[in-house]
């Protein structure tokens, strides 16, 4: 006999498959959603199947979104000169965290990895080269995670990108601001000597 | 101009009203059901519709169910002659892990706290009174939590069920197994001490 009624162990099995969620908390959140009245549960029910229904891929910039092209791409109030090139849509959130970015963004859907199999044409580069040709763009900001692999796609597509006459630039990596350099990784504290700047 | 779709943000929220769910975990689960398949995110929201349609409170011990009598109070296999009392459903999964108890449950539904206006009519005391008017219980296990409001439920219920000759007993308390007494609270301590045993 299992412990919990089936819809129960169901709910249960069906939150330990997202990530970072194990049993523990899973029975706590079924727990919760069971005691939560209905309108409460059912609404996050609702919110799971409206956004698997509406959200597809803008065919621009490949974000995420309700409406193709997406609110990024359609902004009367976002420059057309700067593409902030990132890996994942939750990117774009980092950078607009910032409030210092007014351009568009282009996602690759991940970084190059040959051991994983991902090369250059797994990723969203040929869309990207195609919104390049009108000329209207002026500089591409590469914010691919700082990995092997986030590095090595900024560095390909730097390669492809400068011919055509566009200024390809990449953010820099360095000591975080707030932390103590004793906790600094050897590569980090290596990036942000590289990355210095006059006083 | 919101840094998500609007059928994203909503999902966010959604989870975001989970306990122990903030903005980033609700956005990393977000973004997780976006990028897995259709039917993986729509099982968890047909999970959460299922259980809020078909569970009940279990008419004789009011756990959650979908079947009223429980599946415990149905049991053939489960002695008739012991209840537990517990505050909340998720509790009889503590006890059920011991393997070591096979008889009934009872859930009141909380435990006596006046602060917070929950008297005896607020709990389901009446109905495990009902349950005892038969003669075939002979021992009712207390086994609320180890808190104030725990052990007053445990006293309140020991005056109301002892004069009715049924055997009332408490879990007991003490330093958890695996743990150090250096580590012990004093009241723990206390009730380690109280509770000793012959060797």
Request: hydrophobic share 10%.
């Given at each position: 006999m299992s412990d919990f009624a089936p819809s129960v162990s169901r709910l249960i099995d069906e939150l330990k498959r997202l990530p970072g969620i194990g049993q523990k908390t899973a029975q706590r959140l079924a727990f919760f959603l069971l005691r939560s009245d209905r309108d409460q549960a059912l609404g996050l029910a609702d919110a799971i199947r409206e956004a698997k229904d509406k959200i597809r891929e803008c065919s621009v910039c490949n974000n995420i979104t309700?409406?193709?092209?997406c609110q990024f791409c359609t902004?009367?109030?976002?420059?057309?000169k700067t593409i902030c090139v990132v890996?994942?849509?939750?990117?774009i959130l980092a950078v607009e965290k910032t409030r210092q970015f007014s351009g568009l963004y282009h996602i690759l859907g991940g970084a190059l990895s040959p051991l994983q199999g991902i090369?250059?044409?797994?990723?969203?580069i040929k869309s990207l080269i195609e919104r390049l040709k009108g000329g209207t763009v002026e500089e591409i900001i590469i914010a691919t995670n700082p990995t092997a692999e986030g590095e090595a796609t900024a560095v390909y597509l730097s390669k492809l990108i400068k011919p055509l006459g566009v200024r390809v630039t990449r953010i820099a990596m360095g000591i975080p601001v707030g932390s103590d350099l004793e906790y600094a990784d050897e590569v980090t504290m290596m990036k942000a000597m590289e990355g210095r700047r006059d006083l």
């Open positions: 309700d409406t193709d092209p902004s009367a109030t976002r420059s057309r890996e994942e849509p939750p990117n090369g250059p044409e797994q990723l969203k």
